[in-house]
C-alpha cells in the first residue's frame, strides 16, 4: 500500500501538512492508517514531502517512508517509490493520506474486483451533487472511461460531469510505473498527475487488443498489409483472402466477405460487405454492399443503403437511405438519398436528388434501365419509368413515363455579334 501524504494542502489556510489536521481529537492521516492496518499487505510506504519530520515524530517506525523533495503532482510522488518497489511483483493500492472516511470494506471489494479481472488499473470512483474541486471521470458513449480530468483542466462542459476520481487506486505495479515514465506535465498546473496512467494504460490496452485481432483475422487467411496502421475491432468477421490495406478503420458489427480488398483509407462502421468487393478510401456506415459490388475512391454510405451486386459507387458519391439495384453505376460527384435505384441504372456526373422541402423528405424512384444526364436536378417526389432518359442539366419536378425522353432546360440563345457590341459600348 502507498499512501500519499506529501502535500502542502494550500486550501487549509496553514502551517500544519493537510494530514495532520485534528479530525474529532485524532490525526486525519491515523484515519486512513488504521483502515490500512486491517487489511492484509505485504508492505505499507508513506510518501511524505512538506514538514515530513513532524509526520515522522506522530507515525514513528511503524511504517516506510519515501521522500518527495519536490512537490510535482501526485505521479511524481508515486514514482519516488521505485526504488523501493525495484524487488516487488504484485499489485500495489494507492491511497491518498486525506481520506478519514475510507472504509476497509470499500477497499477489500476493489482489491476482489481488481485480482478476479487480473485488471492493470482499478479505480474507484462515486458521484457528487457538487463535484467542485474533483478530478472529473469521463465516459464515452458506450459507458466505458476514456480518462480523468483534474479540476484546473476543465473545459465548460465537462465541469457539468458529477461522477469524480476518488483518488483511490489499485494498480499492477509493472504496468503502472510503465504508465509513469510516459507522464508529462502538460497541464495548467504545470504538474505529473497520477490520473494520466489511466488513459496511458488504456491506450496501451487497446494497442494490445487490436494486435490480438489482427493476428487472429491474419491466421483465418486475411492478409492485412501493414498491421500497425491498420485497426480493426474485436468481434469483425473477415472473409478469407480478403486484403486489408493500410489506414483502415473497421468497426464493431462490421462483416466482410471473401476476396474483398478493402482500403486504403476506408472506414467501416457495422457495415455489411459481400464477396469480391472492392472499398477504396470510403467511409461506410450501417449500410449493406453486395457481391461484387466497387465503392469508391471517397464515396461515402450513410446508414440504410444498399449497394446491389456488380454496382459501382464512385468518386464522391453520397448515399443515404438509398437502394442502388443490381449493375447499376453513379461514378460521381452525386448525392443520392430516400431513394430508390432499379438495375442497370446509369446515374450521370453531378447528379442529386433534392429530397428535402425544410419539413419533410421525400423519395426518388428511378426504375430498371433509366439513363440521367450529367448535371441532374431530381425533385422528390418524383418516378422516372424504365428505361426512360434525361438530358443533361435537366431538373426534374414530374414524373417521366417509361421510354421517355425529358429534357428540362431552357433553349440556349446563340446572340450574334454580342462580343464586338459589348466592346464597341465600352469605347
Not at 477497499?107 to 462515486?126: E, I
Not at 472506414?267 to 466497387?294: C, P, Q, Y
Not at 425533385?379 to 417521366?400: C, F, M, N, Q, R
Request: glycine fraction near 10%; include cysteine.
Amino acid at each position: 500500500v502507498i499512501i500519499m501524504a506529501a502535500g502542502k494542502g494550500k486550501r487549509m489556510k496553514s502551517n500544519l501538512p493537510k494530514v495532520l489536521h485534528n479530525l474529532a481529537g485524532k490525526p486525519i492521516l491515523n484515519y486512513v492508517l488504521d483502515t490500512v492496518d486491517q487489511l492484509e499487505v505485504k508492505r505499507k510506504i508513506l510518501i511524505i514531502g512538506y514538514k515530513s519530520d513532524k509526520i515522522r515524530e506522530l507515525i514513528g517506525d511503524k511504517i516506510e517512508y519515501v521522500e518527495q523533495k519536490e512537490q510535482l503532482g501526485t505521479a511524481h510522488a508515486v514514482l519516488q517509490t521505485e526504488k523501493l518497489l525495484s524487488g516487488f511483483k504484485g499489485d500495489v493500492l494507492i491511497l491518498s493520506g486525506d481520506v478519514p472516511f475510507l472504509t476497509v470494506k470499500t477497499l477489500k471489494k476493489l482489491l476482489k474486483y481488481h485480482q478476479a479481472n487480473n485488471f492493470c488499473c482499478t479505480l474507484v470512483s462515486t458521484v457528487l451533487k457538487n463535484p467542485k474541486g474533483y478530478g472529473r471521470i469521463v465516459r464515452d458513449k458506450k459507458g466505458e472511461i476514456k480518462g480523468i480530468i483534474e479540476e484546473a483542466d476543465l473545459s465548460t462542459d465537462k465541469k457539468k460531469i458529477t461522477e469524480i476520481n476518488s483518488g483511490i487506486y489499485c494498480f499492477n505495479k509493472e504496468k503502472l510505473f510503465q504508465a509513469l515514465e510516459k507522464i508529462t506535465p502538460d497541464n495548467k498546473q504545470g504538474e505529473y498527475y497520477l490520473t494520466d496512467t489511466v488513459k496511458i494504460l488504456l491506450g496501451d490496452a487497446s494497442q494490445k487488443v487490436y494486435q490480438k485481432t489482427l493476428q487472429d483475422l491474419m491466421l483465418q487467411g486475411v492478409t492485412i498489409v501493414d498491421p500497425n496502421s491498420t485497426f480493426i475491432e474485436r468481434g469483425v468477421k473477415i472473409g478469407q483472402d480478403t486484403i486489408i490495406y493500410p489506414f483502415t478503420i473497421i468497426e464493431k458489427g462490421t462483416k466482410i466477405g471473401s476476396n474483398c480488398f478493402i482500403g486504403p483509407y476506408s472506414h467501416l462502421i457495422d457495415a455489411d460487405i459481400g464477396k469480391g468487393i472492392r472499398v477504396w478510401a470510403s467511409i461506410i456506415e450501417s449500410s449493406t454492399v453486395k457481391e461484387g459490388a466497387n465503392i469508391g475512391p471517397y464515396a461515402h454510405l450513410r446508414p440504410e443503403t444498399v449497394v446491389g451486386k456488380g454496382a459501382k459507387i464512385g468518386n464522391f458519391v453520397e448515399l443515404k437511405k438509398t437502394v442502388i439495384g443490381e449493375g447499376s453505376k453513379a461514378s460521381h460527384l452525386t448525392y443520392l438519398g430516400d431513394a430508390t435505384v432499379g438495375k442497370k441504372v446509369n446515374i450521370g456526373a453531378g447528379t442529386i436528388t433534392c429530397n428535402y422541402d425544410g419539413e419533410k423528405k421525400h423519395k426518388t424512384v428511378i426504375e430498371d434501365g433509366v439513363f440521367i444526364g450529367s448535371n441532374n436536378s431530381l425533385v422528390a417526389p418524383v418516378k422516372l419509368g424504365k428505361d426512360s432518359y434525361t438530358g443533361a442539366g435537366s431538373t426534374i419536378t414530374e414524373d417521366v413515363p417509361a421510354g421517355n425522353l425529358a429534357i428540362a432546360r431552357s433553349r440556349q440563345t446563340n446572340i450574334s455579334g454580342w462580343r464586338k457590341k459589348k466592346k464597341e459600348d465600352k469605347s
